[in-house]
């Protein structure tokens, strides 16, 4: 075992260094910038609010749901979603490594962003759901799959009083698209966009229960990271994150978009032991 968080200022000749590590199990990717906001605030006044509500506050509202109506509504909806299910869609891997032993690589390409924000005006549909429907369909080619079901996460933040507080609210959630013979492409958007919905409305339910009960897995992990960490300031300076990473593969295949400055990124990640760059 060790600490929950470090932290450790190093310099250059030229740059100032504020390294932070956390368990994830305390901190999400939201929680950067809500720390660096406090951060801030302590660094140019001297002191920082004080959170109102607190991780430990929302694990007993948890702990108080459980068995609830909410909760119940919530477990019958990913029994109606799973109601086919036979098994989460896989990627058909080209090389036969060992996966415990492969390391993570990634495969980069970028979008303008103006001509998807465009396109999602126009079609008022989101980003988040344009790039599920994306996934949903080039899975769907690879596994040679009608029904597809893979996994995504939500900020988990939908209780107002969470949005200023510190730990680990993002949930894993379950995704599905069944192919219908008539959709046009809009059509398959909004069904992936209702698919998400439908999934974050019922995130009360854990996923835990739902891997158990139905053996779902996440073999393809799909985030949308756009405008999760903001940019930073500090004295009047521009701080620029830096992620470091170990190298080990949290999941076959994750497809994430985020931000960048060549505009939009698609981060293909993989496990090198069970696909190439090729592929």
Avoid at 89 to 117: F, H, L, M
Wanted: hydrophobic letters at 35%; charged letters at 30%.
């Amino acid at each position: 075992t060790g600490p929950l968080y470090r932290f450790e200022i190093g310099r250059d000749a030229d740059t100032v260094y504020f390294m932070m590590d956390f368990h994830h199990i305390v901190f999400d990717g939201f929680s950067v910038n809500l720390f660096m906001d406090s951060v801030k605030q302590a660094y140019e006044s001297g002191k920082a609010d004080k959170e109102e509500y607190a991780y430990f506050d929302y694990a007993l509202d948890e702990e108080e749901a459980a068995g609830g109506e909410e909760y119940a509504r919530s477990e019958q909806y990913f029994k109606e979603l799973l109601s086919d299910f036979e098994s989460t869609t896989e990627v058909p891997n080209d090389i036969s490594g060992k996966a415990e032993e492969g390391a993570s690589a990634t495969v980069w390409e970028y979008i303008d962003r103006e001509t998807v924000e465009s396109f999602c005006k126009e079609n008022r549909i989101t980003p988040s759901s344009l790039f599920l429907a994306s996934t949903f369909y080039t899975v769907s080619r690879f596994a040679n799959a009608r029904d597809v079901y893979i996994t995504t996460i939500s900020n988990g933040r939908s209780n107002s009083k969470t949005r200023g507080a510190v730990g680990m609210f993002v949930r894993t959630l379950p995704v599905a698209m069944r192919r219908k013979d008539a959709s046009s492409v809009l059509d398959y958007i909004r069904d992936s966009s209702d698919s998400m919905n439908g999934s974050i409305a019922s995130e009360l339910y854990p996923f835990t229960e739902i891997a158990k009960k139905y053996g779902y897995g996440t073999d393809v992990m799909y985030e949308c990271q756009l405008g999760v960490v903001s940019e930073i300031t500090l004295g009047g300076n521009v701080a620029r994150n830096i992620e470091l990473d170990d190298g080990t593969p949290k999941f076959k295949l994750k497809v994430a978009v985020m931000d960048s400055e060549k505009g939009i990124g698609i981060c293909v990640e993989y496990n090198d032991a069970l696909y190439s760059e090729k592929y």
